[in-house]
């Protein structure tokens, strides 16, 4: 091969070449970066210009940074609108539950609140009518005039908050605004928000302690919070849809934590509110309880299970022990907690024992349930022959029935009111066991007495009107619970028997009227008339008036 030189000229005239080629390639690939970045920029719907600087993610995350885009604001507010305005604030302070996010545009809830058998004239209270009150500054003897008590102790106590109380409701904790709310007549004003405050405060506040509380046959713990509050926890012992054991005595029943939180709401539909507030709460049984508590005897409990779940028996006369543990999943444990009632140093309670008591014997029967005519006795004995303390004990026995709850075998009132106040609903844990069957027995009040409030029964033809049904009013109401985001609180099976046993009670009624005159009991009062014959306008309001319902 023959290797041609070049001469001085050709090598400048290549070099030349090359670096047009090199300058023509420069100029197109600019050429065409700079029309695909025109291609690709996208055009501002508004006339301010774009930064070209700006990456691409920040622009699509500044865009999420907005709350409401200006495509769907219209439909937004036009779905808020329809929103029940009155029960808005209460849902979010009720503990923080998940509400349904499809709602129907008029809840039945909020409905059966507005109606007036829910909003008859407050009753005027005296001085003695009230639990609790404030102290005034000239009782001198006793008051606090300023706050350096409550301070010095909550300095001494570690962990608690310091409190800074006055005669102010506004300083007040919840828990203590509930107790200063508790009258004669009721234990709580369902209108009022401290409920829903107070619920909210169980579902959230820090735990201080836990300790085992003495009494009862199945284990319950008392927690404390930061700023004095207390409450009564009921922890998770079955599923919701598991139903008790047919051949199990109802004195032998699991306590169930969603039965107490459910008492709580079908107390409150039927207008009764006569249990304390009662929610749910998911806890952490290691820094919740077991870190925390001081009871030696709860913590010599604890165990970790093969499933490596957390778990704790207690000492109790039930249900205590490693056969039958309460276990996290592995941390998390589902509890009810009900707001305490106050110190009985301050508010004494009598417990009195029910008529209607069951034997608590597996042989044995009780009186009532051999004597058909057992209500001519009871009629003619104190407390129950004059007043309203039958017609308390039949609404009670109403209130069991729609929940099967057998274990009633006391009840209690606050001492200072005498025998003219209402009855104290509490210990609910054995209720909503089965669904599937119907224990007539706890009607035997009303059956034997053939006696109800003109109020109750208003009421329970109300919640059986379709415009309400309890059964969608109870699940409406469950929703609001913390835990409902978790599961419903109570079982499609449940919530049909509540609708299943109203109809028994109206029955029942309905058959007393056809034997008897006297079977209405009118609690209404000089407001009687006015309720019998509601306005158009209220009946048009509300879509059902009382005229419907007598």
């Known amino acids: 091969m023959v290797r041609r030189k070049l001469g001085p000229s050709a090598r400048s005239v290549y070099l030349c070449l090359a670096c047009v080629s090199l300058s023509l390639h420069v100029i197109l690939a600019f050429f065409c970066l700079t029309v695909l970045q025109r291609v690709c920029v996208l055009p501002d719907s508004s006339s301010s210009s774009l930064n070209p600087s700006t990456d691409a993610q920040q622009h699509i995350s500044a865009s999420h940074k907005l709350s ?47 109606h007036p058998l829910y909003n008859l004239p407050e009753i005027g209270l005296l001085e003695d009518d009230w639990l609790l009150r404030v102290k005034k500054n000239e009782d001198k003897e006793d008051a606090i005039d300023s706050d350096t008590q409550w301070q010095s102790a909550s300095r001494k106590e570690k962990g608690y908050d310091k409190v800074s109380w006055s005669s102010d409701v506004e300083s007040h904790p919840p828990w203590l605004r509930f107790h200063l709310g508790i009258t004669r007549w009721q234990l709580y004003d369902r209108k009022n928000l401290t409920v829903a405050k107070l619920t909210h405060y169980l579902a959230t506040q820090r735990i201080l302690g836990a300790v085992q509380k003495s009494g009862g046959t199945q284990l319950k713990l ?47 539909l039927l207008g009764f509110n006569r249990i304390p507030p009662v929610v749910g709460r998911l806890i952490n049984v290691t820094s919740e309880i077991r870190e925390i508590t001081t009871d030696r005897k709860l913590s010599r409990t604890f165990f970790t299970s093969p499933a490596g779940n957390v778990c704790f028996y207690g000492q109790c006369e039930y249900y205590c022990s490693t056969e039958h543990p309460l276990c996290g999943q592995p ?14 140093s301050l508010a004494p309670r009598r417990s009195w024992r029910s008529p209607w008591r069951r034997s608590y014997s597996r042989t044995k029967l009780a009186q009532w349930e051999k004597d058909p005519a057992y209500c001519d006795t009871v009629k003619q004995t104190p407390p129950y022959n004059y ?21 009633r075998h006391h009840y209690e009132t606050f001492e200072k009111f005498g025998n003219e106040t209402f009855l104290l609903h509490l210990d609910h844990g054995r209720a909503f066991g089965r669904h599937s069957q119907d224990e007539l027995s706890i009607l035997a009040p009303l059956q034997q007495c053939c006696r109800i409030r003109r109020s ?13 049904h309890l059964s ?39 058959t007393c009227e056809e034997h008897h005159n006297d079977v209405i009991f009118n609690d209404l009062g000089k407001y009687n008339e ?3 014959h509601p306005t158009k306008s209220v009946q048009n309001k509300m879509g059902l008036g009382l005229m419907d319902l007598i």
Do not use: C, W
Not at 456 to 468: A, D, E, K, V, Y
């Open 68 to 114: 409401i885009s200006s495509q769907n604001e219209n439909a937004y507010k036009s779905n808020a609108s329809r929103l029940p305005n009155a029960i808005g604030g209460e849902k979010k302070m009720m503990g923080g539950g998940k509400l349904n996010q499809v709602m129907e545009e008029a809840s039945k809830l909020e409905a059966l609140f507005k």
């Open 222 to 268: 008392l927690i404390s919070f930061p700023n004095y509050g207390q409450a009564l926890l009921k922890p998770k012992k079955q599923s919701r849809d598991a139903e008790t054991d047919v051949n199990l005595f109802y004195f032998s029943d699991f306590e169930r934590h969603n039965a107490e939180i459910s008492a709580f709401h079908l107390d409150r």
């Open 331 to 344: 941390h998390s444990l589902e509890v009810s907690l009900a707001a305490m009632l106050p110190d009985l």
């Open 387 to 407: 007043g309203t303390r039958l017609v308390d004990v039949i609404d009670m026995a109403i209130l069991d029935f729609l929940m099967s709850n057998m274990d």
């Open 456 to 468: 109750t029964l208003l009421r329970l033809r109300l919640l059986s009107h379709p415009n309400f």
């Open 472 to 510: 969608d009013v109870m699940r409406e109401s469950l929703a609001e619970d913390p835990l409902a985001a978790v599961a419903p609180l109570l079982s499609e099976s449940h919530l049909t028997a509540l609708d299943r046993r109203l109809a028994t009670v109206l029955q029942v009624v309905e």
């Open 530 to 532: 006015d309720y019998e």
